[in-house]
């Protein structure tokens, strides 16, 4: 198993109209979920800049730890190692007993759907527009899917959700200690 993570994003999406292409492609719609999510730095990693960051993610029904170290700015630029936890406020102790400390509460909603090997993510976060996020096994794969959705390659993004927020919507997302649907700051 590779720990490459592979994806893409595309901005200014009808979210609708997507919905319906995968449906009309086969896609299964996993549905809405409510994610909360506590960002992680620490001693090796303490700012943005650094590139590596631990996350939490607090799925309805399960909660997930990730480890991300993003190398470039491509498909194939992230690594990640990611396993469920049993119990959030557990891993949370866990994570500052290990010298991690937490930078960033983050909420948004995502809108999954599965087709074969590949996860569309509609992804709504607080005051920004809905943008869409692929990811799968090669970066070919991520091609074709596009193509098959009408989205125009030449308009992907690399980046990811921090660097998109900043430069895309002009909010100073890194800087942020909450970046959720009733309190940014």
């Known amino acids: 198993m590779s720990n490459r ?17 995968l449906l009309k492609l086969g896609a299964q719609d ?22 590596k960051f631990v996350r939490l993610r607090e799925y309805k029904d399960r909660t997930v730890l990730t480890f991300k170290h ?47 090997n590949i996860k569309v993510d509609i992804d709504f976060w607080p005051q920004i527009p809905p943008y869409v996020e692929i990811e799968g096994p090669s970066e070919k794969d991520l091609k074709e899917i596009s193509r098959k ?3 125009d390659w030449s308009k992907v ?15 100073p997302f890194s800087k942020l200690k909450y970046f959720t649907f009733d309190r940014i700051e």
């Open 30 to 51: 996993c549905g809405l979920d409510h994610l909360n999510e506590t960002i992680f730095y620490g001693l090796d990693f303490p700012t943005p800049a650094a590139g």
């Open 70 to 116: 993003r190398v470039e700015i491509s498909a194939t630029g992230t690594i990640e190692y990611e396993f469920n936890v049993s119990d959030a406020q557990e891993a949370k102790k866990f994570l500052e007993a290990l010298g991690l400390f937490v930078c960033r509460f983050v909420e948004k909603k995502r809108h999954t759907f599965e087709l074969g």
């Open 5 to 21: 993570e592979i994806e893409v994003r595309f901005l200014e999406v009808d979210v609708e109209n997507l919905k319906l292409k």
């Open 149 to 151: 959705l009408d989205l």
């Open 157 to 171: 993004v690399f980046l990811d959700a921090m660097h998109l927020i900043e430069k895309y919507c002009h909010i």
